[in-house]
């Protein structure tokens, strides 16, 4: 049996190009070097503290900050979930009530659940030609606190997983209005604001919190984020305290130095280097358009880096395309839905490998037929919440039939991984539309997490109010 780190090393040494996160895509050549075990070390004498820093570490933060944009930015060692989690915790205590979009992170619903917080949801639209989520309309922020005025705030995801990208300005001006705060989850657009072809980042928007996974659009290591924070609203001192429990006593100093790398590549090279990837990107997009059965997914609202080409008007499914590519053109994308797949791109990209992804692209949509007919649309499975989810993870729960289970509650998360956005939540009404948006991933070949298969039979954990 292979240890880890030998399978690693055999994957590395094949010709796999990775359209997925992180986003250094392993390139050794921008990079210039590894990070080894010999630099791995703890808080010795001269290396600060990120818990109270005060030296090393206390200035590469403020540097962070300074490139970012932001007043204050603090490390995030085990990803943006600890940044989430410090944020929902800083501006919501036991009992209160956010705002919260519904296709936000998992994270952000475990978040509820760990610190007993309760919820009005904010569905997005969803694009009825692509099946996509759309942003959270600045309208919907303003009627959803007019009707619940107890709100603590909002806590907004912003770009999604495939690249669609919410008015941040406008949303944070109208909670600022009434003095609330609003949390971004902006894990997937660390690289905005350092192009202009990119949308403003969210801490030049007005934003409260920042969240950023620098790992997945920019060269850092898995793992790696950064937390910022702006303006007055927010108990900045509350949110860092938090940091300090809910991240590691002993972070690694392998992650802080990637980060730091990110951040001096950034400031000395991000100038240069944003300019080739945004040009080579833009031609990669130029060429994409002209597929005639595939179709590339774009327009206002939707941010360059994410390429999203869209199964809808074919025979094929976006599990079926991720998997040609895998086989064909050793090619590994990020994620797939039913009917699209996402190809994530960095500045760590380079023009042989987005020439590789359009040729693949190219000679699969010359083989496709034309489409069999429509495609079920179910619009936009909206769910009724019940209970909270602190409330219904206390509650006598049972496993039911799936194709039973309309009107009941469901008692657990069912969701898609990756993108980690819950098809439902506890104490959320199971419609008939849900089960029927499950049972059609489940047959385009997703992994629907958080169901159980019982000798041919799918169930679904329910609240037992026998």
Known sequence: ????????????????????????????????????????????????????????????????????????SHF??????????????????????????????KSVYNGLEMFGIKAVFLYPRIDQETGICQGISPAAVGEALNAHPECKGLVITSPTYEGVVSQVREIADILHQRQLPLIVDEAHGAHFGFHKDFPASSNASGADIVIHSLHKTLPALTGTGLLHMNGEIVDKKKVARMLTKLQTSSPSYLLMASIDECVSFLQERGPEEFARYTRELQELRSELRQLKRLKLVEGPGYELSKIVISTRETSLTGTQLMAYLRREHHLELEMASGDYV???????????????????????????????????????????????????????????????????????????????????????????????????????????QGLTDTRGDLRIEVIDFG
């Open 1 to 72: 049996m292979k240890t880890i780190r030998e399978c690693l090393q055999s994957y590395t040494s094949t010709d796999f190009y990775p359209f997925h996160m992180p986003g250094h895509k392993r390139n050794l050549r921008m990079l210039g070097s590894e990070l080894p075990y010999s630099l791995d070390i703890t808080e010795i004498d001269g290396f600060d503290d990120l818990h109270h820093a005060s030296g090393l570490l206390k200035e590469a933060q403020e540097r962070a900050g300074a490139v970012f944009g932001a007043e204050e």
């Open 76 to 105: 995030l060692v085990n990803g943006s979930t600890g940044g989430i989690l410090s944020a929902i915790k800083g501006i919501a205590d036991l009992g209160d009530t956010i705002l919260v979009a519904r296709n936000c992170h």
């Open 342 to 448: 996402v190809a994530m791109t960095s500045v760590c990209d380079c023009k042989e490998g987005f020439l590789r992804l359009l040729k693949g692209l190219l000679q699969m949509d010359e083989r496709l037929s034309e489409k069999s007919g429509e495609r079920e649309n179910f619009g936009t499975p909206v769910t009724r919440v019940k209970y909270s989810i602190s409330e219904t993870v206390k509650k006598k729960r049972k496993n039911v039939i799936i194709e039973e289970a309309a009107g009941m509650i469901a008692a657990e998360y069912i969701y898609l991984y990756p993108p980690g956005v819950p098809l439902l939540i506890p104490g959320e009404e199971i419609t008939q539309t849900m089960i029927q948006v499950i049972l059609k991933y489940r047959a385009d070949g997703l992994e629907v």
